[in-house]
């Protein structure tokens, strides 16, 4: 089995709520996947040993970095330091014209309902990814995907080298990193909404 790496960025993931199963797993795999850390906020709508939940992760939910809080108020009173941003269909902003820095915080709503608005309302920026009219929104597993890569790809993200197995590999001396690149004139997570 293979020891979980502490995360690779600041930047973190989280979700309140969850209520699909197969969609925090996938969320939890992308994350564990890229060395990001998750935060769960409780109550979730299935319990963490459901079937579909192991089955989405696969073995990839041992090796995540998974944070569980018991609401909203207990996240609140303890999440990591940096920006909440809120990933919402009424978001003000595009996800593709925010700049973000490397401590932020990407929260995801429940798929049936959404985030209530004390939540909306703490959110420091509300984030939407542009869609065709006459389409509601996207599975929040794939708006995690699209908007994190974005983030990723904005703050420098360095990524673990891989071995055959597609695992992390540890090298002489620590962790080998390859850094992604940026387009020209594009630095690391300067300025904001």
Not at 13 to 33: E, H, K, M, S, V
Not at 135 to 148: D, E, G, M, P, Q
Request: hydrophobic residues 40%; glycine residues 10%.
């Amino acid at each position: 089995m293979y020891r979980r790496p502490d995360p690779l960025s600041a930047m973190r993931l989280a979700l309140y709520q969850p209520d699909i199963p197969q969609n925090a797993g996938t969320i939890i795999r992308l994350a564990a996947c890229l060395g990001i850390a998750v935060d769960l906020i409780e109550p979730a709508g299935f319990l963490l040993g459901d079937r579909q939940f192991r089955r989405a992760g696969l073995d990839y939910i041992a090796l995540a970095k998974l944070r569980r809080f018991s609401s909203w108020r207990a996240y609140q009173a303890d999440r990591e330091a940096g920006r909440l941003l809120l990933l919402t269909t009424r978001g003000e902003t595009s996800y593709t014209s925010f700049r973000f820095q490397p401590e932020d915080a990407l929260l995801l709503g429940r798929e049936s309902a959404g985030v209530p608005d004390e939540v909306h309302a703490a959110a420091d920026a509300r984030l939407r990814i542009p869609m065709l009219p006459g389409t509601r929104s996207l599975n929040v597993a794939v708006a995690a995907a699209i908007v994190l890569g974005e983030a990723l790809r904005q703050t420098g993200w360095r990524t673990l080298s891989t071995g055959r197995s597609g695992m992390p590999r540890k090298a002489r001396g620590g962790w080998r990193y390859r850094s992604l690149p940026l387009p020209p004139g594009q630095g690391r997570g300067e300025g904001s909404a």
